[in-house]
């Protein structure tokens, strides 16, 4: 059964364990908490409920290991996580009662073999940390189109004046390799334009030419951006393979064209992009469908390793 119980920050809590779910009802839970823009934590309940992991101390020298007892947040580990109960608090209202969903954390066992505190952050992925921001913060315009196709970044919509670290913050928090290719196939949709109108008394080839500039200077901070998350790595090297080299053909026709080019991405298929790729010599290490396969088989391991544990 469900209860709310009153926590010491204000908030009310309600625990509401995965088995009390109907598919329907969680994916009803989902979406809520996607258009509220809330993060979703994963919190492991440590030794007790199963976690493996050992906690390493950086902090102490000679840096320690032991066995990692209490909650932790975490990631999922190597064989994924597993779910046990979403722990949800919310605001109060003006009768004492529970309002709006404020905190969302998923609650369950972790996979992880080690977890290591207080390492020392070398100056490359300090300065990756600052240059992603940075970038970040250049591609806000683009970062708020976005928020049309990607659920999670939906929130920044529903603000009145979305601000600058708002958009940074969510974007940021939630790297996908498929936002890079969006964001590139952005800058030559209508949408965009909309941002750069044609000036009263400007020539049409003027105006290309300045949004081809505007163009080219955005698709330096999303090229930096991705070089950023990948030192950090936040997306994975097959990914970044494909982006990067979409992105660098995508800068050599901005280079090498007076004005914005005639023909541009206009999707972000997998056949739009290798169509896109092709006059590059672009090699696709495997084909679209058995990359769906090789997806497909991992999550079947995945689930296996699930049910097994």
């Known amino acids: 059964?469900?209860?709310?119980?009153?926590?010491?920050?204000?908030?009310?809590?309600?625990?509401?364990?995965?088995?009390?779910?109907?598919?329907?009802?969680?994916?009803?839970?989902?979406?809520?908490?996607?258009?509220?823009?809330?993060?979703?934590?994963?919190?492991?309940?440590?030794?007790?409920?199963?976690?493996p992991a050992y906690k390493v101390?950086?902090?102490?020298?000679?840096?320690?290991?032991?066995?990692?007892?209490?909650?932790?947040?975490?990631?999922?580990?190597?064989?994924?996580?597993?779910?046990?109960?979403?722990?949800?608090?919310?605001?109060?209202?003006?009768n004492g009662r529970p309002d709006k969903m404020k905190k969302v954390t998923l609650c369950g066992v972790c996979s992880h073999d080690e977890l290591r505190v207080g390492?020392?952050?070398t100056q490359l992925m300090r300065q990756a940390r600052k240059d992603m921001k940075l970038h970040a913060q250049r591609m806000v315009e683009l970062i708020i189109l976005l928020g049309d196709k990607f659920e999670k970044l939906q929130t920044i919509l529903t603000l009145q004046e979305p601000t600058v670290d708002t958009a940074v913050r969510v974007f940021n928090s939630n790297i996908e390799?498929?936002?890079?290719?969006?964001?590139?196939?952005?800058?030559?949709?209508?949408?965009?334009?909309?941002?750069?109108?044609?000036?009263?008394?400007?020539?049409?080839?003027?105006?290309?030419?300045?949004?081809?500039?505007?163009?080219?200077?955005?698709?330096?901070?999303?090229?930096?951006?991705?070089?950023?998350t990948m030192t950090q790595e936040l997306i994975s090297k097959s990914a970044y393979r494909q982006v990067s080299a979409l992105a660098y053909a995508a800068m050599h026709k901005l280079t090498v064209s007076k004005k914005m080019p005639d023909v541009w991405l206009d999707d972000t298929t997998e056949m739009a992009v290798y169509a896109f790729l092709k006059p590059y010599h672009?090699?696709?290490?495997?084909?679209?469908?058995?990359?769906?396969?090789?997806?497909?088989?991992?999550e079947a391991r995945i689930a296996r390793i699930r049910a097994s544990r």
């Open 57 to 94: 101390d950086f902090t102490q020298d000679p840096p320690v290991r032991e066995k990692q007892r209490g909650p932790h947040y975490s990631g999922q580990g190597l064989s994924g996580f597993t779910e046990q109960h979403y722990s949800v608090k919310y605001s109060i209202d003006e």
């Open 1 to 51: 059964m469900t209860e709310y119980i009153y926590d010491e920050s204000g908030l009310y809590t309600r625990v509401q364990y995965i088995t009390e779910f109907t598919a329907e009802e969680r994916e009803e839970f989902e979406k809520e908490v996607e258009r509220l823009g809330i993060t979703v934590r994963l919190q492991c309940r440590g030794h007790r409920a199963g976690c």
């Open 119 to 121: 390492e020392p952050i």
């Open 177 to 228: 390799g498929r936002m890079y290719l969006e964001a590139i196939s952005l800058l030559g949709s209508e949408e965009w334009r909309e941002n750069f109108k044609q000036e009263d008394g400007e020539h049409d080839d003027d105006y290309e030419i300045r949004l081809r500039n505007i163009n080219k200077a955005m698709l330096e901070h999303v090229i930096g951006h991705l070089n950023s």
């Open 282 to 298: 672009y090699k696709f290490k495997a084909s679209w469908i058995d990359a769906l396969k090789e997806a497909a088989e991992q």
